[in-house]
Each structure stands twice: as structure tokens, then as C-alpha cells.
């Protein structure tokens, strides 16, 4: 859909069939299998060398002085405990990696003392560094496949990164990392490392035939741009902040408590309104992470045990806030019985060998956890990621006071301008379907109040239903006028 890069056609099929093969070798020492999530991401690696889109980023900052000598025995101590954090993936057979020798393994630390800059200037200097460290491609032949980085600050602060790509590690992953480093840097044991389970390579044909049926003929969506679609993704992406206020998540939890929703799914309710309306149809297929059986079967491993889910959502036939709402429930848990199936699989049986199942994500999560490092707090920074893979990403982090995130979105596609107002229709729909759940659809409006006023609309009451609002003067009314109204 996103991309037009055309791949070989039995690849997808064939790299699956020589992985499914494979026999074990008696003689040979255990190491971690090649999963079917592993092969995907490898072979997008393979043609999108050099981006970053597939790595995790956590920042925090540190509240006091960092002995960055008892990190690193610590960070030493992870290597050797996990076997996939010293996993590489070597050119030649796609099916294959290597895994360094416990012995050789060296974590990759990097410590600055900015203690000669003030301490403003310091935070500024690690900040610039810290992103430019965030958007490095990872070599998946060679590794290092994980980074950690330290500044030290003139006030005795400190921020630290960790770095990691999306084939050794998931986002609970980092996690069950941080917690084991704040026991080893504090000088306590840890038990015995949790195997890393293998993810099943050959899903129930039942399962596979299900998956057909939930994305066949599924449309591609149309979002109006601003520039036109290039032949291939060049993943230079940038963001819009987005906030949810602590009372309006108050009263997502109430719809989802009187509908028997998660919030969750009211959140993919507003997203999906917000995009149907600027697109202009309604059958939308938006894709969102999801832990595998096998992360809740093993908690405590560090590994890719998190898959990807193709919600396809048709709300043409939606008479009511109501009837949206109950059609998104429906899709989740329609989605969720085939959990189990990763998205490689599902991609590679339906021909979208090389292209995405969808073009925009969606993304709830807690707040980073917050971890100690000895006596010092680890305070998370939530940071937008460095590029996204999508046409636009939403990122949001719940916390007690409400959720903070991000509008990630491809600036060859579109500009600053346009993912805004994006993020605004987002608020502005969410707002209205914890309003009143039973309202006509017909007489909701998407558009925010800033919109709204700039196009002269002097109440946000308007029916809206996918239609070019009008041409107006000036650049944010240009703007309006290719979302659509």
C-alpha cells in the first residue's frame, strides 16, 4: 500500500518454507531461533537499508551522580544473561544468526562528561546527541544491535539512552531490562534467565483463512497529501505533540466501562472517525503492537515477542457514535482471537509481500516505567521516535494526568501544517464520541475549534461527512481544503 518497492516474488514464501525446514542439530549448541517476526523485520532491513524505523528508544534522566564503572559490570552481566542481546544476523541465509560466546560479549556504552558546560547548555548538548544517536541505523550483520550512551551534567545529573533494535527486543522487553539493571547495579543477585520461547512458524490453516477474511479486499486508505507519493519511502518523518486532559480520559473510561470497551478501544474509535472523515470512506484498516502468547508465557525474557495487528474497521453502514463504537469493539476482538498469527505470515499468504498491511499505526502504552539505578531515580523523558515506517503513527502514553504522545508523520507526504490539523480531528472526535454516544454520526463534527475558526465556521456543530470543505484563501485554509471536511 505505502510502498511501491516490488520484491522478488517467492521471497517472502521462500524464506518462510527454508525457516519451517530447518531440522535441530543435536551436536550443535542452543541458540535463539529465527522467529517468523525476526524474518520480517529482517527483510525490511533488507529493502530499507539504513533507516531507523525499527528501533526502540527509551531516555531518561538520573537524578544524581552515575558510577558509570558498576553500569557497565552491569550492562556486562546483561550480555552475557541474554543470550539475544549478543544475536546478530549475518548476510547470506536470511534464516540464520550468530550468537557471540558469553565470554566475548561487550555491551556498547558510550559515557560524555559535559561537565564543562553549564548545566543548560549540558541537557542541550546531550539532547542534540541523543537524537542524532536515535536516528543511526543498526547494522543487523554486525551489531551492535544494542546501545546505552550516559552524559554527565555539571550539576552531578545525568541522562541516559538505550537503544535497541526491534529484532532482539519488544517494548516489554525494555521493561524486564531495566528492572534486571537496577538489581545488578545495586549488587543483588538475579535468578536464572528466562528462555526466550520460539514464536510457531506454521499458524492453523483455520487461523490463516480467518486473517484472509477479516483484510480481504480491504482498500488502501486515502488521506489526502500535501506532496505527491514518491516510487519508494525515504522514512523522513517528523511529529506533532498530542494530549488527552486527564478529564476527558475520565470520561473515555466511562464509555468503555457502559459499552464494555477498554479505553484502548474508544482512543482507536476517535482515530478511526478522525481518518475516515478526512479520507472520505470508512473502511479503514489501521495496524497496532500486540505481546504474543509467547511474551505472556515468559514475562521475565527480553526478545521480539511482540507482533502486529491489522485492525480493519468498516463503519459505512454506522448510524450512530453508538454504532462506531461497538464496530471497533467488534474489530479488536474479532483481531484478538488471531493474535497468535504473526503479521509476517498473515502478509506473506495475502501477496503483500514487501508493502504494508495498513498505512497508518496506532499505539497506547503506559507510561515508560520508572526504574533506580542504586538510590537514584530513573525519571523516563518520553521521546517521539526517531522516523516512523507508516504514512502517520500515533503514539500515546496513559498516565494518571491523562495521556501525552505524538503525531508521527512522513514529511515527504505531509507538512507540519496538515498533521496538526490530523491531530486536532483526533481530539476533536474523541470529544465527541464520549459526548454523547448516541448522537446522529451525521452531526459530528471532527474539526477542532482552531479549525473551525480559521475557516470561519463559528460553532463546531456542523455536519461533516468526508467532503472537500470548500477552497478558501490562505495556507491553513489551503490546508482544510485538501483534508477534506
Known amino acids: 500500500m505505502s510502498d511501491n518497492l516490488q520484491v522478488p516474488a517467492d521471497l517472502g514464501r521462500d524464506l518462510l518454507a527454508r525457516w519451517r525446514a530447518r531440522t535441530p542439530d543435536a551436536t550443535a549448541p542452543v541458540v535463539p531461533q529465527v522467529s517468523p517476526i525476526q524474518l520480517g523485520l529482517r527483510l525490511f532491513e533488507e529493502i530499507h537499508p539504513g533507516t531507523a524505523a525499527n528501533i526502540l528508544r527509551f531516555d531518561a534522566e538520573i537524578d544524581g551522580p552515575l558510577d558509570t564503572d558498576r553500569l557497565a559490570t552491569a550492562l556486562h552481566t546483561l550480555a552475557r544473561r541474554h543470550a539475544v542481546l549478543r544475536t546478530t544476523f549475518p548476510d547470506g541465509d536470511r534464516t540464520a544468526c550468530a550468537v557471540t560466546p558469553e565470554a566475548e ?7 560524555t562528561d559535559l561537565g564543562e558546560l553549564g548545566t543548560d547548555a549540558g541537557r542541550a548538548r546531550a539532547r542534540a546527541e541523543a537524537d542524532a544517536r536515535a536516528a543511526a541505523p543498526m547494522n543487523l550483520a554486525t551489531g551492535p544491535l544494542w546501545r546505552v550512551a550516559v552524559w554527565t551534567l555539571a550539576d552531578g545529573t545525568a541522562r541516559m539512552q538505550l537503544l535497541a533494535h526491534h529484532i532482539v527486543a519488544d517494548g516489554w522487553s525494555l521493561g524486564v531490562f531495566l528492572a534486571e539493571l537496577g538489581t545488578l547495579y545495586a549488587g543483588r543477585p538475579l535468578g536464572p534467565a528466562p528462555a526466550l520461547p520460539a514464536v510457531p512458524a506454521t499458524p492453523d490453516p483455520a487461523d490463516l483463512a480467518a486473517w484472509r477474511d477479516r483484510l480481504a479486499d480491504a482498500p488502501p486508505l ?3 497529501t500535501d506532496r505527491p507519493r514518491q516510487g519508494s519511502r525515504r522514512f523522513r518523518s517528523d511529529h506533532v505533540g498530542v494530549t488527552v486532559e486527564a478529564e476527558l480520559m475520565g470520561r473515555v ?5 457502559s459499552t464494555g470497551m477498554t479505553p484502548f478501544m474508544v482512543l482507536l474509535a476517535a482515530f478511526h472517525l478522525a481518518l475516515a472523515r478526512t479520507a472520505g470512506h470508512s473502511d479503514i484498516t489501521v495496524g497496532s503492537p500486540i505481546a504474543t502468547r509467547e511474551r505472556h508465557r515468559a514475562p521475565g525474557a527480553i526478545g521480539p515477542l511482540a507482533t502486529m495487528l491489522a485492525l480493519r474497521t468498516d463503519t459505512t453502514g454506522a448510524r450512530t457514535v453508538r454504532e462506531v463504537l461497538h464496530a471497533v469493539r467488534d474489530t479488536c476482538l474479532d483481531a484478538y482471537s488471531g493474535a497468535h498469527v504473526p503479521i509476517e505470515i498473515i502478509a506473506e499468504q495475502a501477496g503483500q509481500r514487501g508493502t504494508a498491511l495498513f498505512d497508518v499505526l496506532f499505539v497506547l502504552q503506559p507510561q515508560p516505567p520508572e526504574a ?4 537514584l531515580p530513573v525519571r523516563p523523558i518520553v521521546m517521539a521516535p526517531a522516523t516512523v515506517r507508516n504514512d502517520c503513527e500515533l503514539y500515546l502514553w496513559q498516565g494518571d494526568d491523562g495521556i501525552t504522545g505524538f503525531l508521527g508523520y512522513d514529511t515527504d507526504l505531509y507538512s507540519a501544517d496538515t498533521a496538526a490539523l490530523l491531530a486536532g480531528r483526533f481530539h476533536a472526535a474523541l470529544s465527541a464520541l464520549v459526548g454523547d454516544p448516541d ?3 451525521a452531526e459530528v463534527d471532527v474539526r477542532s475549534v482552531g479549525e473551525c475558526e480559521r475557516v470561519g465556521v463559528l460553532s463546531v456543530g456542523v ?13 491553513v485554509e489551503g490546508v482544510v481544503d485538501r483534508l477534506g471536511g
Request: hydrophobic share 50%; charged share 20%; aromatic share 0%.
Open 463 to 475: 455536519p461533516l461527512v468526508g467532503s472537500v470543505v470548500g477552497r478558501v484563501e490562505g495556507v
Open 253 to 257: 473510561q466511562d464509555v468503555a466501562d
Open 372 to 375: 533506580r539505578l542504586g538510590d
Open 105 to 111: 560479549a561487550v555491551p556498547d556504552l558510550t559515557v
Open 222 to 224: 486515502s488521506l489526502p
Open 439 to 441: 448522537v446522529v454520526l
